[in-house]
């Protein structure tokens, strides 16, 4: 779909096989407009913002302030996550893991769909510009755009990087959760940004892998669609390794606590990783949604070790710097 796709959508009368319009199916069409926003991804972007508040304010930060920034930070990434269902509905039609999406089924219309997404969107900024500050509303607003934008509309269906630059907007809670405290991106933000950022390949790639079939019945150009598993599961492991080594490099803000955190973890992740690489290269099918598992449960890990470092208080191992 192209920008001009998009505008034909505001345009154009509701597709045929659209549900009918009438009374009733409040519910179940509050149900479909939530699953619009992907309420499981939504829940992971916010797990990695609190600690970055925490971290940034060396302690804990208002709890309104987190309230509020998870609020706006929760209304912007609903806000991408529709407006990718919005473009993406004939991929969602063709794909198994996506067909039961509200836009694949008719229980919404692309239409109603581009309204809820534009206004979380809205309500994203408005929020954060209200209780925090401007920056981590604008940096909400570009998270937004270059999901939409650059990821989906140009990215997804042209290159098999897609999601190496296109991860990039789930990057972006940290360093607004960071702005909402300071008002500043200080390079703490922007290590904890790229932890994320090489974290995505090969968390996504797992995933590609096990849904191989179904991104090439879509025409999109993942990496599992367009090269060997064997070739896959090596950079999945490779990626696996840069997201460890940078995790580490938030030693200067961060004590033990976090950094036997992040080595433990990060020691177990690879070992994941490579244990597909290893069945891959016998020839085998291996496990790639356990990798996928595990690379949620070590974010996850990761975020709650920054967390408690800070929330601990033990002087950090080079701060200051």
Known sequence: MTIGDLRE???????EGSPPRGPARGAARARAYLALTKPRIIRL????TVPAMCLAARGLPSLWLVLWTLVGGAAAAGSANTLNCVIDADIDKVMNRTKDRPLATGALTRREALVFGLGLGALSFAVLWWTSNLLAASLAVAAILFYVLVYTLVLKRRTSQNIVWGGAAGC???????????GTVDWPAWVMFAVIFVWTPAHFWALAMRYREDYAAANVPMLPVVAPPKVVARRTAAYTWLTVVVSLLLFPVTSWVYVAVAGVVGAWFVVRAHGLRNAVA???????MAVF???IAYLAAVFVGIAVDALVGLTPIGWPL
């Open 282 to 288: 016998r020839g085998e099918a291996g496990e790639p």
């Open 172 to 182: 972006m809670p940290v360093v607004i959760g960071w702005a909402a405290v300071t």
């Open 9 to 15: 959508v505001v345009r154009a009368p509701d597709a």
């Open 293 to 295: 598992h595990a690379s």
């Open 45 to 48: 972007l916010l797990i990695t």
